[in-house]
């Protein structure tokens, strides 16, 4: 058993309620339980993704990331302990020579049973757009079956979408989709080459099903419409959101809320202890990722793992001020993310 993933894991079913306002999920119920899975996932938030992806799994995960992010000793020893391994990709100056060895890792992975998580468009911009898939994914699962002929493994899509990418409480869609059973398309009598076409675009298709998508052209005025109509509509579902644009449904509501008085005035209390962090994590993101596609993810880190440090030290502040016996710290330690909870439910954020 990995501790550590499951520490973090533990954290993630903590935090991530209180960093987004609503995570719908949906076609859990689809991932076979018993069988090997080939997660693929689109990519519009860096490690947020993955993070999302695993948020209700009931199994630990493995992963493939980019190898450039591995390239700071430490950082790459905690991914891998993570169970994070890098793939090789040529745009990332660290040519891709060494994928050979990463691809026989995934065959002995899957071929144990265990659950593998890719992002097959080979890329991460934070927008709702998808990109063309890469063929590595079909290469890694027609070689694991190639390997392991008697290995039942299954691709599952998964679609991620955001109403804000950048935003904190913002709302984000996790849509399981319908298994592809990759021996089917192994054992056919087409080639190597139609093999992977075939299931690359077998992938997309059904990706396309649950990932909202906008053309670059004219991105910014469908992506308001569509902000407009998340509002108005609240859709509980990826599959949801791609059949509103497909509709081109629209509405006269606005999406921005007005804020309630006296919400704001209950609420303002409860979340004012927490703003001086929150204030310098949000900098400090900012400052170590340009604001790039990274800046969610590093400010949702931060948060998960600074604030209850924080909370321990107003704990133990308020313990030595009041003079109250030290066993009250933990006590009082719970009522601040309590407190932060209340507070967003209040003001509605």
Same mark, same amino acid.
């Given at each position: 058993?990995?501790?550590?993933?499951?520490?973090?894991?533990?954290?993630?079913?903590?935090?991530?309620?209180?960093?987004?306002?609503?995570?719908?999920?949906?076609?859990?119920?689809?991932?076979?339980?018993?069988?090997?899975?080939?997660?693929?996932?689109?990519?519009?938030?860096?490690? *947020? $993704?993955?993070?999302? +992806?695993?948020?209700? &799994? #009931?199994?630990?995960?493995?992963?493939?990331? !980019? @190898? =450039? %992010?591995?390239?700071?000793?430490?950082?790459?020893?905690?991914?891998?302990?993570?169970?994070?391994?890098?793939?090789?990709?040529?745009?990332?100056?660290?040519?891709?020579?060494?994928?050979?060895?990463?691809?026989?890792?995934?065959?002995?992975?899957?071929?144990?049973?265990?659950?593998?998580?890719?992002?097959?468009?080979?890329?991460?911009?934070?927008?709702?757009?998808?990109?063309?898939?890469?063929?590595?994914?079909?290469?890694?699962?027609?070689?694991?079956?190639?390997?392991?002929?008697? *290995? $039942?493994?299954?691709? +599952?899509?998964?679609? &991620? #979408?955001?109403?804000?990418?950048?935003?904190? !409480? @913002? =709302? %984000?869609?996790?849509?399981?989709?319908?298994?592809?059973?990759?021996?089917?398309?192994?054992?056919?009598?087409?080639?190597?080459?139609?093999?992977?076409?075939?299931?690359?675009?077998?992938?997309?298709?059904?990706?396309?099903?649950?990932?909202?998508?906008?053309?670059?052209?004219?991105?910014?005025?469908?992506?308001?419409?569509?902000?407009?109509?998340?509002?108005?509509?609240?859709?509980?579902?990826?599959?949801?959101?791609?059949?509103?644009?497909?509709?081109?449904?629209?509405?006269?509501?606005?999406?921005?809320?007005?804020?309630?008085?006296?919400?704001?005035?209950?609420?303002?209390?409860?979340?004012?202890?927490?703003?001086?962090?929150?204030?310098?994590?949000?900098?400090?993101?900012?400052?170590?990722?340009?604001?790039?596609?990274?800046?969610?993810?590093?400010?949702?880190?931060?948060?998960?793992?600074?604030?209850?440090?924080?909370?321990?030290?107003?704990?133990?502040?308020?313990?030595?001020?009041?003079?109250?016996?030290?066993?009250?710290?933990?006590?009082?330690?719970?009522?601040?993310?309590?407190?932060?909870?209340?507070?967003?439910?209040?003001?509605?954020?």
């Amino acid at each position: 058993m990995n501790l550590l993933y499951s520490f973090l894991h533990f954290l993630v079913k903590i935090t991530l309620p209180l960093y987004y306002r609503r995570v719908h999920v949906s076609g859990i119920e689809n991932l076979p339980n018993d069988k090997p899975v080939l997660l693929a996932v689109n990519h519009q938030n860096a490690f *947020l $993704d993955a993070v999302l +992806v695993v948020y209700q &799994l #009931n199994r630990q995960a493995y992963f493939l990331a !980019r @190898s =450039d %992010v591995f390239k700071n000793r430490v950082v790459g020893k905690i991914l891998r302990k993570l169970n994070i391994v890098p793939i090789y990709r040529s745009q990332d100056g660290t040519g891709v020579k060494n994928n050979g060895e990463v691809f026989n890792w995934c065959y002995h992975t899957l071929s144990e049973n265990k659950w593998v998580l890719i992002f097959p468009e080979g890329t991460c911009e934070p927008q709702q757009h998808m990109h063309p898939l890469k063929k590595g994914m079909a290469r890694i699962a027609l070689g694991a079956v190639e390997k392991y002929p008697d *290995l $039942d493994l299954q691709i +599952v899509p998964v679609g &991620l #979408n955001y109403s804000e990418h950048m935003g904190f !409480r @913002s =709302d %984000v869609w996790i849509d399981y989709g319908t298994p592809i059973s990759v021996r089917d398309i192994a054992l056919s009598d087409k080639g190597s080459g139609e093999k992977i076409n075939a299931l690359t675009a077998a992938v997309e298709f059904e990706l396309r099903k649950v990932v909202l998508h906008h053309e670059m052209e004219g991105y910014a005025e469908a992506a308001e419409a569509m902000r407009h109509n998340i509002a108005a509509l609240r859709p509980q579902s990826g599959r949801t959101l791609v059949d509103i644009k497909k509709s081109a449904l629209s509405s006269e509501k606005s999406f921005s809320a007005k804020p309630n008085f006296w919400r704001e005035l209950f609420s303002f209390p409860l979340l004012l202890v927490h703003r001086p962090l929150y204030f310098a994590i949000d900098a400090m993101a900012a400052k170590l990722t340009g604001m790039d596609a990274f800046f969610p993810s590093v400010k949702y880190g931060l948060c998960a793992l600074l604030f209850p440090f924080y909370w321990l030290f107003l704990s133990l502040f308020l313990t030595y001020m009041l003079q109250v016996p030290t066993l009250l710290v933990f006590p009082i330690w719970l009522l601040f993310p309590v407190s932060l909870w209340a507070g967003l439910k209040i003001k509605k954020v």
